[in-house]
């Protein structure tokens, strides 16, 4: 048995996933790991990220399985289960091994590989919309649009075109304080990701965004109905973990 050893990287998972193939490894017998977890009579390889190889790897997935379909398998790394490089390696085997035609990579969901990792993709992808959703943007004393979230998966970087479209003459920053990574856009510039440095960021919000928060606050607090307050219902079109991040709930 062959483990790869990755980082939480779309980048580390890809270059095993090419390792896997330059070497020849009997895709039955090979797992790609994003653990430390041992495994008995097993051979461990650490995987460094190799551009060149990513690159080859994004190449052929676009161009065999569309896309569309090349997307979802990266919805499904983004995803914080375990499982996500596995089952995402053994969707494309299958998908290389089957010659499976553009946009029907994940028609075979009997197969327990493509199943997991496209329900791994579908959770992600309702964390994005919910996200494009309750995000809200904050006015700093420089100008600067901030917003800070905490999703459960890594899903700035799906975030970032959505609003980047929306916003292109904004200089605006998402920051995901679960993942410390942050989402830059500069005003009329393509955006980029940068992962680390400082996870308390000394944030001042200009006097007029505090104005107009607390503006927004008292006419959310005004416009609510008491007679027909439905906690339940509230709860689960707006789940509590994205509230810490909302104006209206500060």
Not at 41 to 59: H, L, Q, S, T
Not at 63 to 70: I, S
């Amino acid at each position: 048995m062959i483990v790869y050893r990755c980082e939480t990287s779309m980048e580390s998972i890809f270059t095993a996933v090419y390792r896997a193939y330059e070497e020849k490894r009997v895709h039955e017998e090979t797992i790609i790991s994003l653990t430390e977890e041992p495994l008995l009579f097993a051979e461990d390889i650490w995987v460094e990220p190799d551009e060149r190889k990513v690159c080859k790897v994004i190449n052929t997935l676009n161009r065999r399985f569309g896309q569309d379909n090349y997307l979802t398998l990266c919805m499904a790394l983004a995803s914080e289960d375990a499982d996500s490089a596995q089952a995402v390696y053994r969707t494309i085997v299958q998908g290389l091994a089957g010659n499976v035609s553009k946009g029907h990579l994940f028609d075979n969901l009997a197969d327990d590989y493509v199943h997991r990792a496209f329900a791994l993709a579908r959770t992600v992808n309702t964390e994005i919309g919910h996200q494009k959703q309750f995000l809200r943007f904050g006015e700093l004393e420089n100008g600067v649009l901030y917003s800070r979230i905490g999703p459960k998966n890594d899903v700035v970087v799906f975030l970032m075109p959505h609003f980047a479209d929306r916003l292109p003459m904004e200089n605006f920053m998402i920051y995901d304080d679960v993942h410390n990574l942050f989402g830059i856009h500069p005003a009329g510039r393509p955006w980029y990701l940068l992962r680390g440095g400082e996870t308390e960021l000394p944030i001042h919000l200009s006097e007029e965004e505090i104005r107009y928060q607390e503006l927004f606050r008292q006419f959310c607090h005004t416009i609510t109905i008491e007679e027909r307050k439905n906690t339940k219902l509230q709860r689960n079109m707006l789940p509590l973990r994205f509230r810490k991040y909302m104006v209206e709930f500060s």
